[in-house]
């Protein structure tokens, strides 16, 4: 598979105008318009996981991209320190305030569908590499209740990768999260589908590089790593990920047993 070059591909808009909020959004996120003309799902750096949340987001969402996933352009989203004064509900008011700055918008897919499990189809090869996926970033938020997919055109799409990286809330013992088997796979929505583990896992340690992770952790900003101060320097937070996530693919077979062991247990 042919890598993409992110160095230069994220874009930069400026909210412009405040459309609704999504409130089936844990972190409640918006709708948004943006100076280029085109509407937002905006992601605050002010919600409940603050920064680490967009970090994850952007990680998350480009690394499966470069996969050949389906996912919504992901921007930077700058609010302006203006923006929102006029607000009148005083929670988004609140949220705005916290979020002046850079912040993380994905296109918004006009008339998207929320993928449904029981009337949507997924084929088992796609189910297995969405469930490899997952399971590789620690993304805890593909589930039954909550499946973080969306029908569009009448093909699959990936959003919401925010939950993903769960080490990163503690930064302690790394190389222990990595070599977690991830028991929160069991929960997965694709995971009775996934048939084609196996497959997916040889292709996936043929598809991924370390310049494909670094050009994806290059295009995190700065601000959001050393915000947290969990570790000294940018350059420094985006070794640990580098690690977690090549780490996490060398020894790919725990977290790969661990899902098949749940797949068989429901079917």
Do not use: C
Request: glycine share 6%.
């Amino acid at each position: 598979m042919q890598e993409k070059n992110l160095r230069d591909s994220l874009r930069l808009v400026n909210v412009t105008r405040y459309v609704m909020p999504l409130r089936e959004g844990g972190s409640l996120p918006a709708l948004a318009e943006a100076d280029d003309g085109f509407n937002y799902v905006l992601k605050f750096k002010g919600a409940g996981q603050r920064e680490k949340a967009l970090i994850a987001e952007l990680i998350g969402g480009e690394l499966a991209r470069n996969l050949g996933f389906r996912v919504p352009e992901i921007v930077l989203a700058n609010l302006d320190e203006a923006f929102g004064r006029s607000e009148g509900d005083e929670e988004i008011q609140d949220l705005l305030k916290s979020s002046q700055g850079l912040n993380l918008a994905l296109h918004f897919l006009s008339k998207a569908m929320t993928f449904d499990p029981g009337a949507s189809k997924v084929d088992d090869y796609l189910a297995s590499r969405i469930v490899w996926f997952d399971a590789w970033i620690t993304n805890v938020d593909r589930t039954f209740r909550n499946t973080n997919l969306l029908i569009w055109n009448r093909e699959v799409w990936l959003i919401d990768h925010g939950a993903s990286f769960l080490f990163h809330h503690s930064w302690e013992n790394f190389e222990r999260h990595a070599l977690s088997p991830f028991a929160f796979i069991k929960d997965h929505v694709l995971l009775p589908r996934a048939s084609q583990l196996d497959r997916v896992d040889e292709e996936m340690k043929n598809s991924i590089t370390p310049d494909m992770i670094r050009n994806v952790l290059d295009e995190v900003p700065e601000e959001w790593l050393l915000s947290s101060r969990d570790v000294e320097g940018a350059d420094k937070a985006r070794q640990v990920y580098e690690s977690f996530l090549l780490k996490r693919l060398e020894y790919s077979e725990v977290f790969l047993t661990e899902a098949k062991n749940a797949r068989e247990a429901l079917i």
